[in-house]
């Protein structure tokens, strides 16, 4: 009888989709699992969308995106970073952040290549490398003080004769973590030395607190590289803007790779949504104020659940500074997803559990405090009872 391919039954299910479909069988569960706000998109990107529906924008685009988002997306890099980037030939509209993150890895990785993946990490990377038929080598970030940091001796242990590629993900879902300007230029100064591709996954950048205002965005790795370093960059409106399920991203390459990737996006999904592309120039164009107040609102969660949190005996909970997760640490936590799945089952709070994000993730579990605050002192409160009864 056929079989399915090897390489896609290798492919882990997801652990977070697991618990989230046992938690969908329940009534009044506190959903803290997925990675989303629960913030409606703004009336102004909506009003954007009709609009570009009522102007004819149904048709096909280019396979690389509208030009006029593709420009858009030029300016905001040059008006946030000081990068200057051709908007014709290193910028390419993808059907969402993790389809630009497909489409680089299958440009870069050929089957029996290998991929190092800095973990605690979303696992759509390493299951994209994967299906590319790739091997992923998992280097874990430690805990040191009570920041996440990275471990150049493991990388440099990590790397054969087989490498191709190092993907990390600043600011870090699920860590939060966000390299600093000394770890971002030794993971640059990493790939060059290895020849190796750097994929950075971009995604939470507006989404930072320790900037010198709010706003801010987190420096891209694009300040650092050359036009000619083999780095890619994975974008997405999803976070920013509210706008998951519009599933419109981006990605920044070389030019060579970005003229690949444009080729392939006609046979993996032709382009973005001609509608939700004008959509996308709108946020770009409007969407400073209404960011800030999100922002604003993402602070004042983080800190109450950190507030929370904190002292509760064996309880670790690194500050994050990006994103909008929490990743505690349990210490004696040797199964995650059964605690997440008794959390659930008994207070009826869902939250992901840190063994769906690969080595270092087990003994953790991930808040997303992107709720309305009512969910989230609700959540918080039946959490740390749970936790104070658990030790």
């Not at 490498?163 to 993900?169: A, E, G, P, Q, W």
């Not at 969407?287 to 609102?297: D, F, K, V, Y």
Request: with cysteine; charged share 25%.
């Amino acid at each position: 009888m056929p079989r399915i391919a090897t390489s896609v039954e290798m492919v882990p299910r997801s652990r977070i989709r697991e618990l989230a479909e046992i938690a969908m069988t329940m009534d009044g569960v506190l959903r803290l699992y997925f990675g989303e706000s629960n913030l409606p998109t703004p009336e102004y990107i909506k009003q954007a969308a009709n609009r570009a529906l009522a102007d004819g924008y149904t048709f096909y685009t280019e396979n690389a995106g509208l030009p006029t988002l593709r420009r858009a997306l030029a300016d905001n890099y040059r008006r946030l970073h000081g990068v200057a980037l051709d908007p014709a030939g290193e910028i390419v509209v993808t059907a969402s952040g993790v389809q630009a993150l497909n489409l680089g890895i299958r440009c870069v990785l050929d089957p029996g290549d290998e991929a190092i993946v800095l973990t605690p990490a979303w696992p759509n990377g390493p299951s994209s490398i994967m299906m590319a038929n790739a091997t992923v080598r998992q280097v874990p970030h430690p805990l040191v003080g009570g920041r996440y940091t990275v471990d150049f001796e493991a990388l440099e242990a990590a790397v054969t004769p087989r490498t191709r590629l190092l993907l990390y993900t600043s600011p870090s879902n699920p860590l939060g973590w966000v390299a600093t300007d000394e770890e971002q230029q030794g993971l640059l100064d990493f790939a060059r030395r290895h020849g190796l591709w750097l994929m950075a996954d971009e995604v939470y950048d507006r989404l930072y607190y320790a900037g010198e205002e709010l706003g801010e965005p987190v420096p891209s790795v694009l300040r650092k590289a050359t036009r000619d370093d083999a780095v890619m960059v994975v974008h997405s409106f999803s976070k920013t803007y509210c706008m998951t399920g519009w599933r419109v991203g981006w990605l920044v390459a070389r030019r060579d790779l970005a003229e690949k990737a444009t080729q392939l996006n006609e046979f993996i999904v032709s382009h973005a949504p001609t509608f939700a592309q004008k959509a996308a120039e709108t946020a770009l164009a409007e969407g400073e104020g209404e960011l800030r107040r999100m922002l604003e609102r993402l602070k004042e969660n983080r800190d109450l659940c950190l507030d929370a949190l904190r002292g509760l005996p064996g309880v670790t909970v690194p500050k994050p500074d990006g994103a909008f997760y929490l990743f505690p640490r349990v210490a004696g936590l040797t199964d995650s997803f059964a605690f997440c799945r008794k959390l659930l089952e008994e207070t009826r709070v869902g939250l992901a559990p840190g063994v769906a994000f690969g080595a270092g993730g087990e003994g953790s579990f991930r808040i997303c405090y992107a709720a309305e605050r009512s969910i989230l002192e609700l959540a918080m409160e039946r959490l740390t009872k749970f936790l104070r009864s658990y030790a």
